[in-house]
């Protein structure tokens, strides 16, 4: 008989890829590996079901699946439509809810409704681009960041951000709020365009258990 090969899953660091493997492995794909939550190890496998598991950064994980490095991936919704990558989108796992949104100080709100020119920061710079240019027709100058992109509109980096928010806190804890709101986002599970086809049995396979269990 043909050694099996190994099928590989690429997951977001974080959040995500705790409730990831809690949703597994109530569908039998485990890895007892990851439970160390001290260990700095990236790549876990299960030898037995033959199944490798590595932890990425998200945004990085759509290029490991598109790439086939991965032949699953697990990430945002947000990630996914920035990174605009050819891949099969499968299955919205439900979790990680949360809302794009255009945020900032309410006293900015106004900036929003005049198609006045202005600054906006986001870790997504795509669709914030996008939303200002062919949904609001408003020309705007994009900052690219990292992270911590609340800070922008404190320290005056930009009158607006365009990220997403899921309790609110972040938002609340640093006097700013909504404007408004672009889209509903959760996680998504992806696939490998070739996987696909060369692991299409096993691949459908967890497809249809996990969707019985979502
Ligand atoms: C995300 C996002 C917001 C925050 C929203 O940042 O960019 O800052 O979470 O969550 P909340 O509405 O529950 O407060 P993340 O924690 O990923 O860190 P980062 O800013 O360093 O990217």
């Given at each position: ?27 039998g ?18 030898e ?76 997504y ?43 609110g ?45 979502i």
């Open positions: 008989m043909s050694e099996e090969k190994y099928l590989t899953f690429a997951l977001g660091k974080g959040r995500l890829a705790d409730k990831t493997m809690e949703l597994f492995e109530s569908i794909i485990f890895c007892p590996e990851m439970k160390d939550k001290k260990s700095r190890k990236l790549i876990f496998t299960n037995e079901k033959k199944l490798r598991f590595f932890l990425a950064k998200g945004p990085d994980v759509p290029a490991y699946v598109e790439n086939g490095a991965a032949d699953i991936g697990v990430v945002g919704e947000d990630t996914l439509i920035e990174e605009d990558r050819n891949l099969y989108k499968v299955l919205d796992l439900e979790f990680g809810k949360c809302t794009m949104c255009v945020c900032g100080f309410e006293k900015s709100r106004e900036l929003l409704q005049h198609h006045e020119f202005i600054r906006v920061a986001s870790k710079p795509r669709i914030a681009r996008d939303y200002f240019e062919n949904v609001k027709h408003q020309t705007v100058d994009i900052v690219k960041l990292n992270g911590s992109v609340e800070l922008a509109p404190i320290v005056g980096l930009s009158d607006v951000i365009v990220d997403i928010v899921e309790t806190s972040t938002l609340r804890e640093n006097g700013l709020t909504v404007l408004e709101e672009i889209r509903p986002l959760s996680a998504r599970m992806v696939v490998n365009q070739v996987s696909m086809q060369l692991q299409n049995e096993r691949i459908l396979d967890i497809i249809e258990r996990l969707k019985e269990k």
